[in-house]
């Protein structure tokens, strides 16, 4: 009997999936080396992402069965190492690119910008950010979707003041709701605001609540949109999960408040972003000092978080929010601060200048090649 070939191990070693990447561990680049013996003597060499892999002994024994099926395998012999930054930056880019490639289609356009707006805890204002910032884009006349993905906590619909169920199309794809803004702009929500009362309690568990994220994504015709903003549940859960599976081209803003506390909160749900493959585009501080009527500030919370957070997980702080009443009472009544002219509107102001030049910015496909092929070959009978 002749000896297995080194490609038949190969093959057979893709069939062993590291279990939280979802992805073999061929495609990973996570074998080293493969040696054969005449005798039917296999030898596998693996390197794990660190030392103490909790998945080593997973890995190593679905490869073992994997190659031990081979007919002409005697035996295998497993080995594992741990990668170098290098090695480990190789295999992240490399799971980003298959997690693209496998992505489930959505409904939002391929050119799209999308924030997910994140915290590690509650309580920090994340949705408020969310909001303001998403009229802030809209008055610079951007088309912008907001998608209210805090199932559990949904309130957008409230802040913003709008009302109503959400239809669906004649090709039974949801229409959102849609909010003009002065300066060109308009919002297209979704939200389960739309679908429950305000003081109903959704009790699901974490496959609904990632179901109704799938369906918020893959059965609304969202249409024509600059950036789609996702309002995200607090916390480092399923949803979040679930959105780096089915967006893995969504960037994430992480709000903190100054308090030394949460910025450390937050910088879990930076960490869960960048384990989800997903690229963590800045920091907003929220809550960051209270300016009284005579001019004099006072940091209630604290000062530096923000800049302190951004520092430590190597992002650019976009912008720090001032305590001003306005924006909780802008919200209560459905009327955002950024709809204003004061300090905490011009903040938002500023944040949105940040995304849309330097932060995330809108890529003008007007003039591409490839756009103006795809024109000419809509156009041009067979």
């Not at 190659?67 to 992240?92: C, F, H, I, K, Y």
């Not at 949801?174 to 939200?191: A, H, R, W």
């Not at 960037?251 to 408040?257: A, C, F, K, N, S």
């Not at 001003?324 to 601060?337: E, F």
Request: aromatic share 4%; hydrophobic share 45%; proline share 6%.
């Amino acid at each position: 009997m002749s000896p297995v070939s080194e490609d038949a191990v190969h093959n057979a070693l893709r069939g062993v999936v590291d279990p939280e990447l979802g992805l073999d561990i061929v495609d990973l680049g996570m074998v080293r080396g493969i040696t054969v013996s005449p005798d039917g003597a296999v030898g596998v060499e693996i390197a794990l992402t660190i030392a103490g892999c909790p998945l080593r002994n997973q890995i190593e024994s679905d490869a073992v069965a994997m190659v031990s099926a081979l007919p002409e395998v005697t035996s295998v012999t497993v080995t594992t190492g741990s990668m170098d930054a290098a090695e480990r930056s190789a295999l992240m880019a490399r799971a980003r690119r298959k997690a693209h490639e496998s992505a489930e289609p959505t409904e939002v356009p391929d050119n799209t910008r999308i924030l997910a707006i994140a915290s590690g805890k509650g309580g920090v204002g994340k949705s408020s950010v969310t909001v303001n910032t998403a009229v802030a884009l809209a008055r610079r006349g951007l088309t912008v979707g907001l998608l209210d993905a805090d199932i559990w906590g949904f309130s957008v619909p409230r802040m913003l003041g709008i009302a109503g169920a959400l239809k669906a199309g004649d090709d039974r794809k949801i229409i959102p709701l849609t909010k003009e803004i002065d300066g060109g702009g308009s919002i297209k929500v979704v939200s389960m605001g739309f679908l429950a009362k305000e003081d109903t309690a959704i009790m699901w568990r974490g496959l609904m609540l990632n179901k109704a994220v799938q369906q918020f994504l893959q059965d609304v015709a969202w249409g024509t949109m600059d950036y789609l903003l996702i309002d995200m549940p607090p916390g480092t859960g399923d949803v979040q999960m679930g959105l780096a599976r089915l967006l893995p081209r969504a960037e994430v803003l992480i709000v903190t408040t100054p308090p030394l506390a949460a910025q450390k909160v937050a910088s879990r749900a930076a960490s869960m972003a960048r384990k989800g493959y997903l690229r963590v585009a800045g920091v907003v501080e929220n809550m960051s000092a209270f300016t009284c009527a005579h001019g004099d500030s006072y940091p209630l919370f604290g000062s530096g978080g923000g800049d302190r957070l951004a520092r430590d997980i190597g992002v650019p702080l976009v912008g720090s929010v001032p305590i001003d009443p306005s924006i909780a009472s802008g919200g209560d009544r459905g009327s955002p601060v950024a709809l204003e002219a004061s300090p905490a509107a011009l903040a938002f102001e500023l944040i949105a200048q940040r995304i849309v030049t330097d932060i995330a910015p809108v890529i003008e496909m007007s003039g591409c090649s490839a756009r103006m092929i795809d024109a000419i070959e809509k156009h041009v009978a067979p």
